[in-house]
């Protein structure tokens, strides 16, 4: 075996360890970066998760891919069949209604108001109220799917199919029948206006 050469800076330290002694040099740089690169990536995690707690906690992560996993597979059944029973579903899940709020207070807002009540909290409103059970053209979610879809040209309320095409308009019907409890009472408008 070959011997390293001597040189002159190569100090040896002064222990020994079972006949073995090693050189006094300074660690390479390379290695020296990647300590202080780990050491700083640890205070910024620390910071990050259990400082500040910015980040969601295991639970709430998982609960997050759950529903946003749920919601992928909603969004690809919602393609094959549209019923009342995907819509209901869509209406619980929190990624379809966050996407429904933001079309919604794009879209309705003007007619319908940001509190869904639209006639019921304002005379001067144009869409009727959402949130109560008196429904103008059936109040299941394939009846307002279809309402929002075709439009009621003859009340003022504009054919949305085109404009949004069948996700916005089903993400938008999402948000508003998660106001209402699958089961409730559907009240026709016109049965509940001759009652009266």
């Known amino acids: ?68 996993i749920e919601a992928e597979k909603l969004a690809a059944n919602a393609t094959l069949r549209l019923d009342d029973k995907s819509l209901w579903a869509m209406s619980r899940n929190a990624v379809f209604v966050d996407a429904g709020r933001q079309i919604f207070s794009a879209n309705c807002v003007a007619c319908h108001l940001q509190s869904l009540r639209g006639k019921g909290e304002s005379p001067a409103a144009i869409g009727p109220d959402l949130t109560d059970q008196v429904w103008i053209h059936g109040g299941q979610p394939t009846d307002v799917y279809r309402t929002v879809t075709q439009g009621v040209p003859d009340k003022g309320m504009p054919t949305w199919g085109p404009v949004l095409g069948p996700k916005r308009i089903t993400e938008a019907v999402a948000y508003v029948m998660s106001h209402h409890q699958e089961g409730e009472p559907v009240v026709d408008a016109a049965k509940a206006a001759g009652g009266k």
């Open 1 to 68: 075996m070959n011997e390293p050469a001597d040189q002159p800076d190569d100090t040896l330290r002064p222990h020994s360890y079972d006949g073995i002694q090693e050189y006094d040099k300074r660690l390479p740089n390379w290695w020296l970066f990647t300590l202080y690169g780990a050491i700083l990536f640890w205070i910024g995690y620390w910071t990050y998760y259990e400082w500040l707690r910015v980040a969601p906690e295991g639970p709430q992560r998982l609960e997050l891919a759950l529903t946003r």
